[in-house]
């Protein structure tokens, strides 16, 4: 966090004042700690996967900030999965066999990837939103039970 700060990728805290975020500032947060590429790399990486694009010029930034705001209901990202490819960079989101590709294609032999499903990464949205981590899990949970149902 104090990287992305010092990069000007996030507000700097002020002795005990601690800024508030903003959707954006969490969803850069939410890369650096889960695109994790050594501490001195992190402005970069937050950088780099914020601005990966599909080939339809989607941006990964704006769909992470989405589904943190609120803008990307819950219950259409309970049942994917976020894919982060370290080296080259690269991520996928997948839904019931389809797959959404920003930056790099998945590459054989990859140096690392992070999966983060889509029922934790609605959790760690609604808290990000301030919801309470108990009540968190239980909107998750009905949120998966609905999308089963439809």
Do not use: C, W, Y
Not at 33 to 61: C, H, K, Y
Not at 108 to 134: H, N, Y
């Amino acid at each position: 966090m104090q990287r992305a700060s010092e990069a000007g990728l996030l507000p700097m805290a002020r002795g005990s004042d601690r800024p508030d975020l903003g959707s954006l500032e969490l969803s850069r947060l939410f890369l650096a700690a889960v695109a994790d590429r050594g501490l001195g790399n992190a402005a970069a990486t937050v950088r780099e996967f914020e601005s990966l694009r599909t080939d339809s010029g989607i941006v990964l930034g704006d769909v992470l900030d989405g589904i943190i705001s609120g803008r990307v209901e819950t219950a259409s990202i309970v049942h994917q999965a976020l894919i982060l490819q370290l080296s080259p960079a690269g991520a996928s989101i997948v839904s019931g066999g389809h797959h959404l590709h920003f930056g790099a294609p998945h590459a054989a032999g990859a140096a690392k990837q992070i999966v983060v499903p889509g029922a934790q990464l609605a959790a760690i949205a609604l808290e990000f939103r301030g919801v309470m981590p108990d009540s968190a899990d239980e909107m998750t949970a009905v949120a998966r039970l609905s999308a089963a149902l439809h």
